[in-house]
């Protein structure tokens, strides 16, 4: 079974949010919106991330020998974590 789309997640997030015509709660359909992303293993964040963020993951780092598939996990993992807080 294919995942949907994060468009697709996005616009089912919304309707489900808020089913008023007039008067949307616009930061309601923003939280479920973020929500069904989480939800779908998304997450979000900037794409210029501040000079501490890069300072925070290497303090953070595993160190030594790795395989340069598992380094680029860990570098990943590791700003995915110290961004989002």
Avoid: C
Wanted: proline residues 4%.
């Amino acid at each position: 079974m294919s995942q949907p789309s994060i468009t697709s997640l996005i616009a089912a997030a919304i309707q489900k949010a808020d089913s008023s015509y007039f008067n949307e709660d616009y930061t309601k359909q923003a939280k479920a919106v973020l929500a069904a992303l989480e939800k779908a293993g998304y997450t979000v964040m900037r794409k210029d991330l501040p000079d501490d963020t890069w300072q925070k993951a290497a303090d953070r780092m595993k160190t030594g020998r790795l395989r340069p598939d598992e380094h680029v996990k860990n570098v990943f993992e590791t700003v995915l974590k110290v961004a989002n807080g």
